[in-house]
């Protein structure tokens, strides 16, 4: 079956700009996670949804960081205003319910000028 | 505050020879370790994990080494090969609701001919 998708794969803003990034979880998969992997750095936690609310978003930055997953399935990464230090590799995760493992997307690269 | 701490940063060995890469963590609630496997343009794939309750989990050449008392854990690679060549994460979280991974810095294994 498909795994996580994510789009775009790349992403070049200019500061001060609105992205949006998308996760598409793997079919069945209640549980979706977003980390944030900036250059020689291990993933950092950003937000995590069990179905379609955001159980723990503890690890968003500040508030120009949102996330969504209206239907309990696809989730988008809102990020306002853009400044340089928010360039990174931004990951999508999806888990099964009752299960371990966290499976990951390819990322979305984002590039703020 | 840096819960887990990995080394070391860069690893060169040669095919054939082990692998070895640890990991440490603070927290004692974690109670899933799991290493992952990054190759470049990718997201993390799951390569093995372990919980507290074993001391030792293999899985093909992959073998994780756990020291509860330590609040350590291991990766071995035995008879490392060219397409082992990755970046590892270790990894830890807490089972509950968020179960959200809490990564190392990564290290970047190089397996020469």
């Known amino acids: 079956g498909a795994g996580v998708s994510q789009t775009p794969s790349n992403k070049v803003t200019e500061k001060g700009k609105y992205v949006e990034l998308r996760c598409d979880p793997i079919s069945g998969h209640t549980a979706l996670y977003w980390y944030r992997q900036s250059l020689g750095q291990g993933p950092e936690f950003l937000i995590y949804?069990?179905?379609?609310?955001?159980?723990?978003d503890s690890g968003l930055p500040n508030d120009r960081f949102f996330a969504v997953r209206p239907e309990g399935s696809v989730s988008t990464l809102k990020i306002q205003r853009t400044e340089r230090g928010d360039s990174a590799v931004y990951l999508c995760a999806s888990r099964l319910g009752g299960t371990d493992t966290q499976y990951f997307g390819p990322g979305t690269r984002l590039t703020v000028l | 505050q840096q819960q887990v701490k990995q080394s070391p940063q860069s690893l060169i060995v040669q095919k054939g020879g082990i692998s070895i890469i640890n990991c440490a963590y603070e927290n004692t609630a974690f109670d899933y370790f799991p290493w992952y496997q990054q190759f470049p343009g990718k997201g993390p794939a799951l390569l093995i994990a372990i919980r507290p309750d074993v001391s030792e989990k293999k899985e093909g050449r992959f073998t994780i080494s756990f020291n509860k008392s330590a609040k350590q854990f291991s990766l071995h690679i035995m008879d490392s090969q060219p397409g082992d060549s990755a970046t590892y994460f270790c990894?830890?979280?807490?089972?509950?609701?968020?179960?959200?991974?809490?990564f190392g810095t990564g290290t970047r294994l190089q397996v020469t001919l």
């Open positions: 990894a830890a979280s807490k089972t509950g609701t968020a179960s959200k991974l809490t």
């Open positions: 949804f069990q179905g379609t609310g955001a159980a723990d």
